[in-house]
């Protein structure tokens, strides 16, 4: 009985990280390593700044797409020479949400 009731508390705890997560795009933002290789101001590690990622773009048409695509896939040359390396850990939905957020911070 016991284990079936912990299976069912961690069986619930995962079904509900996605919905915690996509509610709070700063906590997806942090699982999935994004602070490795960039900050929350504009402050330059192996990537540009969230800030500085913001004002660059601004007054881009589609920029929420073209970011979510290069957050899912990678990219090079856009912030100098290291290339952001795709994130199979990242689904198409939580690119939008983080490029999104990003955007709109």
């Known amino acids: 009985m016991m284990k079936t009731l912990i299976s ?13 997560m996509a509610d709070d795009p700063e906590q997806l933002f942090n ?12 402050a330059q590690r192996v990537g540009p700044g969230m800030a ?14 073209m970011l979510a695509d290069r957050i899912k896939n ?11 390396p795709a994130n199979a850990n990242v689904s198409e939905e939580q690119a939008k949400i ?8």
């Open 31 to 42: 699982s999935k390593a994004c602070m490795a290789c960039h900050a929350l101001d504009d």
């Open 74 to 84: 990678g990219a090079s040359g856009n912030w100098g020479q290291i290339p952001m």
């Open 8 to 20: 069912a508390v961690s069986l619930a705890a995962l079904m509900a990280a996605p919905a915690v």
């Open 52 to 65: 500085a990622v913001q004002e660059r773009y601004a007054d881009e048409d589609g920029v929420v797409d």
């Open 98 to 105: 983080l490029a999104e957020w990003i955007m709109t911070r």
